[in-house]
């Protein structure tokens, strides 16, 4: 993203008839928009919701059975989830991408059907997935990318769905962070404390067996990742080569992004952090992509859901750009001076 | 607001299809706004922009001329500022109440002419209004909240728009907290160090030749408040007495509905604090009056712009109770018990 664009989008923000500033954020979101896509407005936006399974779930580190990632995808297709309730109020489409779930899905209108494999491997006994799998996961995300460039998707936000995804996401954070397991790992959709020292317990063997090379996010994504954050870790990677803005959702999307952003630190211009999730390892991930997030309702959701809502604050943005009339033209007096 | 009611809507929200608690603050928002209102949809909603002169502008407080004042009133009635703007990006309505504006305005569309008087006096020297104009004030505010509840305006947010007016809302600030004026002060549209720390001097002394009576409410707005900011305390008193839940923008708005609580604090329940706003005083009145800002988008431009995003935020959460199915209706598997 150029800075010289990025200054005449500002400086245009600081004829407007308000005090330079002050409308925070606001003026950072439009700036970048418009800086990454040439447009002042969004034509349309769609959020990808990805979902998959996680062999790692045998180890009982999450509070829900592993039949519901399909359950909640044909939720996602009915239109009956909080993403779709929330991405209607913001006008985004919502499109669903099976990059791994253990179930097979017949073909339906708002779906994708990318299917890796039927789950990931259980990463306590081994690698999640293959290096070819993690490549075609990737691809998968890239080529999403490319066909929203094609549709004129000018605004693109990521979800997730994957029982136990929190377990792959909180391993990642802990390979390109250093930080300890134990300070990283959450409870993830609710697990009492027998299972949180469980799910630490296997997040560090799975670490310490498969041995992930943080310079090397490919072979992090591959022994302890999921199909679904391959797929989101692609789309960040495609939407920065197609110059789309990229809303990135909470914990599981931002282990996605970080992937993204560790295969090319170009990516995190195009990154909207769309808010602060529960989860407590997501403020490393953030801290290291180095975009603040927009949000903090302590929402712990994913699919998506903080994504749509960040998506109505930039289209605001976009709004107060094209809308607030300069002092000039609203006969305004300007600053003066003590 | 009653917390049987609150209760009710809660254990509804914890039967959709999401971990318990997921939605986070929004689920708050939700129940606190049916709890109030009785309904699950906003019909209309609307911003009340009060726009006030400050006779304390004559102490070189301000960064901008009062003539900024009727300027702004007209750029809002003419649809070209950043109210406008975000207002429109979530459907409200924007209404400018002339509560005390240097300037005589014809009546037009969108304008409630209520001038109390053409300015304040200059609260450096005495007091800036008389205990009758203060509760005149107050009066007008209750009123146009009864006129909303008529009228079907479900969602009501306050905004301000008067040069010089941070300077009354930290004196209010002050008054009531007890925290000092260096602390609470600052830079307000954009002043430099030297106005800074004249603005300072300029309330300390204020304070100190007034002595406005914080176990009176109505005293510290007569001694060192504004017009606008009465308008805006006897709306959020209006709104609670009319159960309609408003939506306090930013600093000068949370120095009128401080005024409001500290009346009658079971209007507490009916604030939804819209955003953080740069002003250091303002987290101090914030926790004063015991909510929690929405947003934090490091804004400082009043006029209700906070509120404005914070009411899509609101009407999103209640989309998300609407249309959220429960774990049975969407055929979903409940939690385990890990």
């Known amino acids: 993203v150029s800075?010289?664009?990025?200054?005449?989008?500002?400086?245009?923000?600081?004829?407007?008839?308000?005090?330079?500033?002050?409308?925070?954020?606001?003026?950072?979101?439009?700036?970048?928009?418009?800086?990454?896509?040439?447009?002042?407005?969004?034509?349309?936006?769609?959020?990808?919701?990805?979902?998959?399974?996680?062999g790692v779930v045998e180890e009982g580190v999450s509070a829900f059975p592993r039949e519901v990632t399909p359950q909640m995808v044909l939720n996602f297709l009915d239109g009956g989830a909080a993403i779709n309730a929330l991405a209607r109020s913001v006008g985004a489409e919502v499109v669903v991408v099976d990059m791994g779930v253990d179930y097979d899905f017949s073909p339906m209108e708002g779906l994708l059907l990318k299917k890796v494999a039927k789950g990931t491997a259980n990463f306590a006994r081994g690698p999640a997935m293959t290096r070819r799998q993690a490549i075609q996961a990737l691809e998968t995300g890239i080529e999403i990318a490319f066909d929203c460039k094609e549709k004129g998707i000018d605004l693109v936000g990521t979800g997730d769905m994957g029982i136990g995804n929190t377990t792959p996401s909180t391993a990642i954070a802990a390979a390109f962070t250093g930080l300890s397991v134990a300070r990283l790992t959450h409870r993830g959709t609710g697990i009492g404390d027998a299972a949180l020292a469980r799910k630490i317990v296997v997040i560090e063997e799975g670490l310490k067996l498969n041995a992930p090379d943080p310079a090397d996010p490919v072979d992090v994504l591959a022994k302890v990742g999921g199909f679904e954050i391959g797929g989101i870790a692609g789309l960040v990677l495609g939407c920065a080569a197609c110059g789309i803005p990229v809303v990135v959702d909470g914990f599981i999307s931002t282990a996605g992004a970080l992937i993204a952003s560790e295969l090319h630190p170009g990516v995190r211009d195009?990154?909207?952090?769309?808010?602060?999730?529960?989860?407590?390892?997501?403020?490393?991930?953030?801290?290291?992509?180095?975009?603040?997030?927009?949000?903090?309702?302590?929402?712990?959701?994913?699919?998506?859901t903080g994504g749509a809502l960040a998506m109505g604050l930039i289209e605001a943005s976009l709004r107060a750009l094209r809308e607030i009339r300069t002092f000039d033209d609203a006969g305004v007096s300007g600053q003066e001076a003590p």
Chains 1, 2 share one sequence.
Do not use: C
């Open 3 to 54: 800075s010289e664009r990025l200054a005449e989008i500002q400086s245009r923000i600081d004829r407007q008839a308000k005090p330079q500033g002050s409308l925070g954020r606001l003026e950072e979101f439009a700036r970048r928009y418009v800086a990454i896509t040439g447009r002042e407005d969004v034509r349309r936006k769609a959020v990808f919701t990805f979902a998959g399974d996680h």
């Open 270 to 304: 195009y990154i909207f952090a769309a808010h602060q999730s529960v989860e407590i390892g997501h403020g490393a991930m953030l801290e290291r992509i180095g975009q603040r997030p927009i949000l903090n309702l302590d929402m712990r959701l994913g699919e998506g």
